[in-house]
C-alpha cells in the first residue's frame, strides 16, 4: 500500500479517473487496488461522492458496484431556465437561486440568501402582520403553507398562485420538488413559471366567446324577429309567393301557395316543384330558374291554370349571397290576373 498518504481532494480526483476510465463500474476493492488505497478509505470517499451526486452505486449479486454519474447538478443548469427557480432547505431558507429570479423581483442577491422565504417581501412569500394571532396568517396570493406542507412530504406538487402586481393580476405556476443537497440533508427546489400572457390569452378567448356567443344569440332573434315579419307579409298577400333553390326545390312558401296547391306546408318545403306540377309546365318552370341564375336578373312569364282556366303573371327574382354575389336562391311571386284579361 502506499505509505505517503494523499490528500482528501487528491484522492477524490483519483477514484473519479479511475471510475471514468471504467464506466461499467468498479467495485470498492478494484477501486483499492487500482489506486493503492485501502479500501476503509475507498468506502469512505465513494460515500462522499455518491452523496454529492457525483457518483452512483447499484447492487450486482451481493457486490456494490460505483459508477461516475451522467445527472447534471443544479448549479449548472440554474441560470439556463427562463423560469425563476428557487432552492430552500428545510428551515425553509433561501440556499440558491437563478438570476431569473432576483431580476424578476427586483432583489438583492446578497440580501435575501439565507433568509427564510417568508421574510422576502415579495407577493407569493407574504403572510400578514397580526400581533394578536399566535401563529402567521398567510394571504392567498402566499404559497408559504403549501411549501411548508411540501417540505413534510416526499411528493411533488403544482400550485398556481394569482397577486396583483403594479395594478394588474400576475399569475405565477409554482413546480415543488423535493430535493435532497450534497450533505445528504433534503429541502425543496421551486420552479416558477410566469403564466400571465397565457391566462390573459385564455380570458380573452373566454371574453371573445362569450361576445360571440351573445352576437349570435341577438342576430338569431333578430332573423327570427324579420322571418316572423316575412311570414305575416307574403302570407298576407293574395298572390302565391315561394322561394326555390337551384333544384327548384321550395324552400319557403306562404298560406296562398299551400291553399291553392291544396297541401299543407310541411308538405311542401323540401319538395321539387315537380312533384306538385306536370312536366311541361315543370320544364318551363325549371327553364326561367336556371335563366334567373345565370343572369342574376328578373325573369317574368305568364303560365295557366287549369281547373278552373286561370291565367297568371309568374315573376322570379334572384337572391343573392352578399359576400360572392352569386344567386343562391329564386323568389317567385305568381299573380292571378285571369279577371285583369277578361275585362280587357
Known amino acids: 500500500m502506499n505509505s505517503s498518504p494523499l490528500s482528501k481532494n487528491e484522492n477524490l480526483s483519483s477514484i473519479k479517473q479511475v471510475l471514468e476510465e471504467n464506466p461499467r ?27 454529492s451526486g457525483e457518483a452512483e452505486r447499484k447492487m450486482i449479486g451481493p457486490a456494490k458496484v460505483y459508477s461516475l454519474s451522467e445527472k447534471v447538478p443544479l448549479s449548472a443548469v440554474l441560470d439556463y431556465s427562463d423560469n425563476c427557480i428557487l432552492v430552500l432547505n428545510s428551515s425553509m431558507e433561501l440556499v440558491q437561486a437563478n438570476d431569473g429570479f432576483f431580476e424578476r423581483f427586483g432583489l438583492d442577491r446578497e440580501k435575501v440568501l439565507k433568509k427564510r422565504i417568508d421574510e422576502i417581501d415579495i407577493p407569493i412569500f407574504s403572510k400578514n402582520e397580526d400581533d394578536d394571532e399566535p401563529l402567521p396568517v398567510f394571504p392567498e396570493e402566499s ?116 291553399r291553392r296547391l291544396g297541401v299543407d306546408e310541411n308538405e311542401l318545403v323540401g319538395k321539387k316543384f315537380v312533384e306538385f306540377h306536370g312536366n311541361e309546365e315543370t320544364e318551363e318552370f325549371r327553364n326561367k330558374v336556371r335563366e334567373v341564375f345565370e343572369k342574376g336578373e328578373d325573369v317574368r312569364h305568364m303560365h295557366s291554370w287549369d281547373d278552373p282556366e286561370r291565367r297568371f303573371l309568374r315573376t322570379l327574382s334572384p337572391i343573392m349571397d352578399p359576400d360572392t354575389g352569386e344567386v343562391t336562391n329564386v323568389v317567385v311571386v305568381s299573380k292571378d290576373i285571369t279577371i285583369l284579361e277578361e275585362s280587357q
Request: hydrophobic share 30%; proline share 1%.
Open 25 to 51: 463500474g468498479m467495485t470498492i476493492q478494484d477501486i483499492s487496488k487500482e489506486i493503492d488505497l485501502n479500501r476503509n478509505s475507498v468506502a469512505k470517499y465513494l460515500e462522499i461522492l455518491t452523496i
Open 143 to 258: 404559497i408559504v403553507p403549501d411549501i411548508q406542507s411540501a417540505l413534510n412530504s416526499d411528493n411533488e406538487r403544482n400550485v398556481e398562485v394569482v397577486f396583483d402586481e403594479e395594478s394588474e393580476k400576475c399569475y405565477i405556476e409554482v413546480s415543488m420538488i423535493p430535493t435532497t443537497f450534497q450533505n445528504g440533508r433534503t429541502g425543496l427546489t421551486l420552479i416558477c413559471k410566469d403564466i400571465t400572457e397565457r391566462k390573459r390569452a385564455v380570458e380573452e378567448s373566454r371574453m371573445y366567446r362569450k361576445r360571440l356567443e351573445e352576437l349570435v344569440k341577438d342576430r338569431t332573434r333578430e332573423i327570427r324577429k324579420t322571418k316572423e315579419r316575412l311570414n305575416s307579409l307574403i302570407n298576407a298577400s293574395d298572390d302565391s309567393i315561394y322561394m326555390v333553390d337551384g333544384e327548384c326545390r321550395y324552400t319557403l312558401v306562404n298560406d296562398e301557395l299551400t
